[in-house]
């Protein structure tokens, strides 16, 4: 079994997952001492939700790869099922992963190690690493930047861009406290978010959104946190961490601008369902001290009607 095909089954579980579309604690998330981002997907909780039963999610992702005939063979081989073996999933990164930083991608769940292990070992475009006792699999990616994998347990698989990284983490010796602003920015996160997003705003992105139309007023932004809440509707909240209390006061007041105006813009049209106008006249814009706050709820009958849009 060629490796290829393996990525391919990664690819697909997790692009008709996502696409479809915490608590943090419920899961072993591996966090890099030093992280300046995190980006967490509960996918139990996404597929047990009303809305999702409601729209038949599960049913349509079984479907798609159904329709793969490659994807269903391997994942009959390695014992898998992303739909009921599939927990969670999390991305973190150090510093600007373009320019030589570390990413690690944590998958939780129920994994046959001694299948995948073995198929991996079989595989000819695979390279088997020892990194102080950790097993790493190395397979080369686009433009020869190669991928390294490991297995934490039975119910982790870590994948990063960094081989002693990722044996680091798998192994415990990595692992550690986030850098100051991305914990500020995780502890503004409830922990019961359906996905979850935090990450530090970097001084070169700062440069870049100075440059930018309303950009400077951005540019204060010290760490952005956001999560998306899936029940029966889905609630939205993103907040910006800025460095003083006036610069939150300003964002307040640009995003306040910018949905008086979106509001005006589709008042008329037709075309946009009452429920959509609704809920841009619902937005609510709040600052409270450095932070500034955007939230609002997309109620289950709109997701129905965008997802009937988009077929």
Sequence with gaps: MGCTTLRRLLAVSLAALIVSLSARAADDIKVPAGADGLIVLHLKALLASQLAKDNDLQDKVKALIEKQ?????????????????LDSLALTWQGNPAAGGKTLVTVNGKFDVK????????AKDIKVHKVAGVTVYEKSGQKDQPGYMAF????QLLISNDK?????????????KPSKALATALDRLTGKETLSVSGVVTDELQKLLAGLPQGKVFAAVSAVAGGVTVTDAVDVRLLAQC????AA?????????????????????KEVPPAAKKLINDIQIDA?????????????????????LAK
Excluded: H, Y
């Design 69 to 85: 005939a490659d994807v269903k063979k391997v994942m009959e081989d390695l014992n898998f099922d992303p739909l009921k073996d």
């Design 115 to 122: 299948k995948i292990s073995t198929a991996l070992d079989n």
């Design 152 to 155: 934490a347990g039975a119910s």
């Design 164 to 176: 002693d990284f990722v044996a680091d983490c798998a192994s415990g010796k990595g692992l550690g």
């Design 243 to 246: 460095n003083d209390p006036d």
């Design 249 to 269: 006061d300003e964002i307040k007041a640009t995003l306040n601008a910018g949905k008086a105006f979106l509001a005006l813009a589709v008042a008329k049209q």
């Design 288 to 308: 409270d001290k450095t932070t500034t706050t955007l939230s609002f709820k997309v109620p289950g009958e709109l997701v129905k009607e965008v997802m009937k």
